[in-house]
């Protein structure tokens, strides 16, 4: 560093250009993202292994490194990449049908006093039910089969999905609504540029609590209506399956909270300091 450089008191981050500067801050974050997850995966990872070799449960407690050389054979043979993609395509049809349901019901009940106090409790009632138990009314109308898998995926997300767009739409200010309806905001314009913006946040929520649903609901599906009795006897292979589902449950996750805080972050709700 020169003596000029160092009489205004810059350090070399600061002298850096300003992509590399950039570059800095985005390993900074991801690095203090990343980090806690890959602790709790190696404590998960120790224990499990410490429990395998105390020989608890050892005819069909099979270690990590059983389980993760199962999931690596199929990952090679493509049978996983496949079976991913075949879950993946049900979740997404399912989840987004939920939420066309579950959205136009929400505007109409908070929106319409009467139809809320007819079917507003029933909302709450449907979401509080276990996703196992629409399986029986699932299967006696569709047979076993996708259809009746999506069926229930609707079930239990759509009221989710509803209920958040509800609690948005109760918090928005009245004094917005009036200042809308001032600015001749009217009919589907006043929920298009007011009423759902301003829900969002509430709504975002929703629509994540309904994909935890709508998962929770298919793996309940795939494992009661198309999985072989052979397959729950293979601590290995429900062990490989345990963790896919994991996975999968932790980066939908990720990508929902990265839309809640890009969304707050637009708002002005983050503080940009805890946010870099």
Same mark, same amino acid.
């Given at each position: ?21 950039r570059a ?55 049978? !996983?990449?496949? &079976? ?5 395509? +049900?979740? @997404?049809?399912? $989840?987004?049908?939920?939420? *066309?349901?579950? %959205? ?52 239990g997300a ?17 004094? !917005?609504?009036? &200042? ?5 905001? +009217?009919? @589907?314009?006043? $929920?298009?540029?007011?009423? *759902?913006?301003? %829900? ?31 397959s729950l ?41 805890? &946010?870099?």
């Amino acid at each position: 560093m020169s003596t000029e450089q160092a009489s205004y008191g810059l350090d070399s981050s600061e002298l850096r250009p300003a992509h590399e500067r950039r570059a800095a801050r985005v390993a900074r974050a991801a690095w203090a993202a990343a980090w806690p997850k890959l602790l709790a995966i190696v404590l998960v990872l120790g224990i499990w292994e410490l429990v395998h070799l105390t020989g608890w449960k050892h005819f069909v407690l099979s270690g990590p490194s059983t389980v993760l050389s199962y999931l690596w054979h199929y990952a090679q043979t493509g049978q !996983l990449w496949s &079976a991913i993609g075949v879950t993946m395509r +049900r979740a @997404l049809t399912g $989840y987004l049908v939920a939420l *066309v349901v579950g %959205s136009v019901v929400g505007l109409l009940v908070a929106r319409i006093p009467p139809l809320r106090a007819a079917v507003g409790s029933i909302i709450t009632g449907l979401q509080t039910m276990p996703s196992i138990a629409w399986y029986p009314l699932a299967i006696i109308l569709f047979t076993r089969g996708e259809v009746a898998i999506v069926f229930v995926m609707i079930l239990g997300a759509a009221p989710s999905i509803a209920n958040g767009l509800i609690s948005g739409v109760d918090y928005t200010p009245p004094l !917005l609504l009036r &200042a809308g309806r001032t600015m001749g905001l +009217r009919g @589907l314009n006043l $929920y298009r540029y007011l009423v *759902v913006p301003a %829900s969002l946040p509430a709504f975002v929520a929703g629509m994540k609590q309904g994909w935890a649903f709508a998962w929770r609901s298919l793996m309940a599906g795939e494992l009661v209506l198309l999985n072989t009795n052979e397959s729950l006897q293979d601590f290995t292979g429900v062990t490989a399956i345990i963790i896919v589902i994991l996975v999968i449950g932790i980066v939908v996750d990720m990508l929902f909270t990265k839309a809640d805080t890009a969304l707050r972050r637009r708002r002005g709700l983050l503080d940009p300091e805890a &946010a870099s």
